[in-house]
């Protein structure tokens, strides 16, 4: 994750998250599914207009962070990557408490 800024981490951070939470609840049949950048918008409230969330998750599908469908200035059905994934378990043993103190450093 050497090659993120930081606003692109904080965004895989946040989808990782979001996929843990969707694993643990069981609310969804595939928990790493996300339509389109508007289902994820909550997730960071003002902090990014709309564009820029685009432009970020364009810029985390081209680097294979996400896999997904490039669509006309955006990603659609999109999850994170199997290599993120495979990183974010080795680098968080305690799971969302862990992520969530790393996220409190972007506060």
């Known amino acids: 994750m050497d090659d993120l800024t930081k606003k692109q981490k904080y965004v895989i951070l946040q989808l990782y998250k979001e996929y843990l939470s969707n694993y643990s609840s069981g609310k969804n049949q595939n928990p790493n599914y996300f339509p389109d950048a508007s289902y994820i918008k909550h997730l960071f409230s003002d902090r990014f207009s709309d564009d820029e969330l685009d432009d970020i998750l364009l810029s985390l599908l081209h680097k294979e962070y996400i896999?997904?469908?490039?669509?006309e200035d955006s990603v659609?059905?999109?999850g994170v990557s199997d290599k993120t994934i495979i990183y974010m378990e080795n680098k968080f043993k305690n799971g969302l408490k862990d992520i969530l103190t790393f996220l409190s450093n972007f506060m």
């Open 67 to 71: 896999t997904g469908y490039k669509d």
């Open 76 to 78: 659609s059905e999109f």
